[in-house]
């Protein structure tokens, strides 16, 4: 793109052609107060803080935010004239804003604020009454004050723009204009809370942080989101070591999730002290006794039935440095490669052999975006942001998959009303032959004329889609897909070998990998593979599996059929941060930091590396799944010396190839995956378990497993949701 000449200030500088003026100023460097302006949202022009000085135009100040730059001006951001200007800008907004400082949750991070102080007004010249109208408390979790909007529409065009939900508007007119819900109902949206976040005076705060802190007294500590692939960065914002919020890294969105489920790890049920079953009865002991008690019972096991008898479920929720210590102690320890999780039940068929994800950041790059699940807003929230982003900013072309209507059949192009596979069936036909449904060629026409295409991969796929969307993407011209995934570091734990038949990094149990990973960690290893996760569910009834260990997952609290089964079993162990229905049926149970208490690494659908850390103490006597594994391996003699999560991240790096020189924050790419084209199936089937998920609430969005369910600011909206 041509770039174009701009003297800001005195200072010549290029831009490209098309850029405002604003955004040459702050490439000059040159500040220029703005309230309505956001760069996630178009130019809107609505608060007029944001006027500049043009020289050789008629008119004597221009709002710099919408008005485009041009080859050669040359402006003044600070002259003596314009800051009166902005003075009287603030002046007029302060009419009736109300003075309520000290008890707004936004002082000390409100912008209007800081212009104020920044400009230094006094005494209001004018003397108009204050205009109040009673705060609205109606809604869930969102509290709404409308005196002290200054309508700049930040949170109407981002709910718009950004969300494609479109729940706020501006209602009535003159000086009586507000923002508001139509009818000033309550709110029914997805409650993401990105309105309050990008509210720049207190008209929307939380529920959540009402009279919590005040912002400058909140230490940030930057971490990852766990609650779906996506792996969203956000800062925890804690004083006195306890959280208060929780806000986005840098200025990326969050979810409902993301944003307010962080409280379910200060619920009443964490586990805060072992338990060990004594005549019927979980009962409170030491970490000694719990420990003792494990590895007596394992090595029993062992020395009675054969390490083959005994088996693991690692977790999603764990970090990378959890989920590779779990591995290499079942394997190098009791000797099994029985070890799994029940999450591959709920992933993409071909993920990682053939549905690698492309880059979320890269969704508007593409000419074409077919979305093959109704549900990707619901599953993977910034996937569906991403999708809303390049609709609305660069003017993408949207083909939805939906019998139904979501907010996607608003901005999408072609809409095909049926099922996913008559969808996949109906698209190939009208590539290959021109024959299909009237939005099938229509549909087909644009996919064929796109340079590049992003192919939205369904959460599951049936035995039939799969061939069809690889039949259909190999009549398209340069394809990336974006498989849904619905579990945050379920890519990590398949990175690090929580499978049967993998060590880490995708090497296969074969005689020479199992040579190369007993040299490497200095131990005898099976030399078989071990059962998957649904063999070992149905190894328990039969007597074929004795033992479990349960690592940061609840079966029973999944499929209440399994209840009856883990039963059955000789010993069971559970390590997690709640007394969940699995957990209720456990010899011993452990408790286990939550990811807000701990640190590691999470690898996201992307196969992103990001850095989780600590922004709080373990509650009670929890400890980091890690550290909970190693001493369980060194009381069964094993000889595991990690002393942080760095030590176990620097043997992860020279194990797996694909993280040996994968920096944080970074993507591993799918040239270093030995699965790359190959045939392998990492996903589960059963026709017996977990066929249902538990729903907890009518939208995909506010439901989810154990944590989830225990956060009572989405246990709120689930309710309201509900009720209204």
């Known amino acids: 793109m041509p770039n174009m000449t701009v003297t800001v200030d005195g200072k010549k500088i290029e831009v490209p052609l098309g850029s405002t003026i604003l955004e040459a100023c702050t490439a000059a460097g040159s500040r220029v107060p703005t309230l309505c302006h956001d760069n996630k949202l178009h130019p809107f022009g609505a608060c007029r803080i944001c006027l500049v000085e043009v020289e050789g135009t008629p008119r004597k100040f221009t709002p710099s935010c919408t008005t485009p730059a041009t080859d050669n001006m040359v402006v003044k951001t600070t002259s003596p004239g314009l800051i009166e200007a902005r003075r009287m800008v603030l002046e007029l907004l302060l009419i009736k804003h109300p003075l309520d400082c000290p008890v707004c949750d936004k002082a000390g991070e409100c912008s209007l604020q800081d212009l104020v102080h920044e400009y230094g007004l006094g005494p209001s010249r004018f003397d108009a009454e204050k205009g109040y109208l009673p705060p609205d408390y109606e809604s869930a979790i969102i509290e709404r004050n409308i005196s002290r909007c200054i309508l700049c529409g930040k949170c109407v065009r981002i709910c718009d723009e950004q969300n494609a939900v479109g729940e706020w508007a501006f209602t009535r007119r003159g000086t009586r204009a507000r923002i508001s819900t139509d009818f000033d109902r309550p709110l029914d949206c997805e409650f993401c809370g990105e309105c309050v976040e990008i509210c720049p005076v207190g008209a929307l705060t939380t529920r959540q942080f009402k009279y919590k802190a005040r912002s400058w007294n909140l230490e940030g500590t930057a971490s990852v989101c766990n609650y779906c692939g996506c792996g969203c960065g956000v800062s925890y914002e804690t004083r006195e070591g306890r959280i208060m919020r929780v806000g986005p890294a840098r200025s990326n969105y969050l979810c409902t999730k993301g944003r307010f489920g962080w409280d379910a790890v200060h619920h009443a049920e964490r586990l805060t002290t072992p338990k060990m079953r004594v005549n019927g009865e979980l009962v409170d002991c030491t970490w000694d006794e719990a420990l003792s008690i494990i590895a007596t019972n394992l090595k029993v096991i062992k020395s009675r039935h054969g390490a083959e008898k005994i088996g693991g479920l690692g977790s999603v929720r764990t970090t990378n440095e959890d989920s590779y210590v779990f591995q290499k102690f079942l394997r190098t320890v009791v000797e099994t490669n029985n070890i799994d999780t029940l999450a591959r039940l709920k992933t993409p068929k071909g993920l990682n052999t053939t549905f690698f994800s492309g880059e979320l950041n890269k969704m508007a790059s593409h000419e074409v975006i077919l979305v093959l699940d109704k549900n990707v ?40 009303p049926t099922s996913t596979v008559n969808a996949l069936e109906d698209l190939v036909k009208a590539l290959s032959s021109g024959a299909g449904s009237e939005e099938a060629k229509r549909a087909a026409a644009m996919l064929k004329a796109a340079k590049n295409v992003a192919i939205i991969v369904p959460a599951q796929l049936s035995n039939n889609e799969f061939p069809l969307i690889r039949d259909l993407a190999g009549k398209l011209t340069e394809v990336t897909y974006y498989p849904l995934v619905r579990r945050s570091n379920f890519q990590g734990s398949l990175d690090m070998g929580v499978m049967p038949s993998y060590y880490p990094g995708y090497r296969k149990i074969d005689e020479a990998s199992t040579a190369d990973f007993a040299g490497l960690w200095n131990a005898v290893l099976p030399e078989t593979t071990g059962m998957n996760a649904v063999e070992m569910i149905k190894a328990i009834t039969p007597g074929k599996l004795a033992a479990l260990y349960i690592m940061g997952d609840d079966p029973a609290g999944s499929d209440p059929g399994l209840k009856g089964i883990l039963q059955k079993l000789e010993f069971l162990v559970v390590q997690d941060i709640f007394l969940t229905e699995t957990a209720k049926l456990a010899h011993v149970v452990l408790p286990a930091a939550s990811s807000t208490e701990k640190s590691g690494t999470f690898t996201n659908l992307e196969r992103r590396l990001q850095q989780v850390n600590k922004a709080e103490e373990p509650i009670g006597e929890s400890r980091p799944d890690w550290e909970i594994i190693q001493d369980i391996a060194r009381k069964m003699g094993g000889s595991m010396k990690y002393g942080s999560t760095r030590d176990i991240l620097a043997e992860i790096r020279s194990v797996v190839p694909a993280y040996k020189d994968l920096a944080l924050g970074a993507c591993w790419s799918r040239e270093k995956s030995p699965l790359a084209g190959m045939a392998d199936d990492l996903s589960l089937t059963s026709d017996s378990i977990m066929k249902q998920e538990v729903i907890t609430a009518e939208r995909l969005l506010f439901s989810s497993g154990m944590t989830i369910t225990r956060s009572h600011e989405i246990r709120t909206i689930r309710h309201y949701k509900i009720e209204v």
């Open 377 to 416: 807003g619901e599953i993977n929230p910034l996937t569906g942001i991403e999708i809303v982003r390049a609709v609305n900013k660069k003017d993408r072309k949207l083909i939805l998959v939906n019998e139904e209507f979501n907010k996607f059949n608003k901005i999408a192009t072609v809409v095909l």
